[in-house]
């Protein structure tokens, strides 16, 4: 649907407050006007005129709206201001929301991280926010509700072991054996060939921060860059490492959809599977650190962020 020029010319008003706020994102006033634009349909549906329609604009957190409108188009300069802007913010919502043990930064990257993947849905996360509420008061609420479904799912683990008999927990047992035997091989070579084709750079990053645990801001002073471009690399090549395994399990190993997204969860859920990620790195080129521990497949390749 088109922007009327009523509308594209009021809300483009606000443009210069979210640029002087958040600087350049590389977000045009016309993109600006169709997203907002686009949003007040969603809500509106079919019964919009001109009155409606800006009643409800005005009513949104167009500043805020500016700076997710260049997320959610992917440019690299409005996710650069939106971790420059939330970072800390997040970092201090995770600390007052978890329990005291928690990796806090962790988390917080976590966070960030899937604001920047797609949900179930096939939609990205940071396009759920629509404006009607303030980013900050937004990224609470996203927090908050993963913070209490973290503990909700610890505690239902707890209870199930507490639950279960031998005979079902040996059932179980027996369940992840056959599932390792039938995906561990396929899965192993699938990443090997995955880290085969990504960079001596961004092995090194892999290394550095899922074996070495090193913070994003000791990588970054590593490598003469700013932090939060250290966050978008890594998800480039957890993106990449992710989108080859898929695609050789579906074209080398014939795999059917299905059969892939079953595979992936079993290399997150199953204790019995054990992928060596850092010895297929090392062995795949020579990074130039040295490196100790071989921790087991990180999660966040198979669950996509």
Sequence with gaps: MTTPGYF??????????GHAYYGDVDVSQELF????????CKHLSNSIDESMAMNFARKLYLRDLYLACGCVHKRNRAWAAFDAHYRKFIGDLVRFSYRHGTDNEEVA??????????????????ASYDGRSSLSTWLRVIVTNRAINDRNEKRLSTDDEVGDVADSRALTDV??????????KVFSEAL????????????????????QNLPLGEIAQLMGIHQSNVT???????AK??????????????????????????????????????????????????????????RRFAQGG
Excluded at 8 to 17: P, R
Excluded at 33 to 40: A, K, L, N, R
Excluded at 192 to 211: G, P
Excluded at 232 to 238: A, I, K
Aim: charged share 25%; net charge positive.
């Design 8 to 17: 594209a010319a009021t809300v483009c008003d606000t443009f210069d407050i």
């Design 175 to 184: 369940e992840y054996s056959l599932r390792a035997d039938r995906y561990g």
């Design 192 to 211: 090997s060939q995955a880290l085969r084709d990504i960079s001596d750079k961004e092995r090194l990053m892999l290394v550095w921060r899922y074996e």
């Design 241 to 298: 490492i992710r989108i080859s395994v898929i695609r050789s399990l579906s074209s080398h190993f014939q795999m059917t959809p299905s059969a892939i997204d079953e595979c992936l969860t079993n290399v997150v859920e199953n204790p019995q599977l054990s992928i060596p990620l850092m010895n297929i790195i090392k062995n795949g080129a020579k990074p130039a650190a040295r490196c100790s521990a071989v921790p087991l497949v990180n």
């Design 109 to 126: 990257d976590s966070v960030l991280v899937s604001l920047y993947f797609n949900d179930r849905s096939g939609r990205q996360r940071i």
């Design 33 to 40: 006007g169709d997203y907002v634009w686009g949003i007040v």
């Design 232 to 238: 978008r690399q890594l998800l480039r090549v957890q």
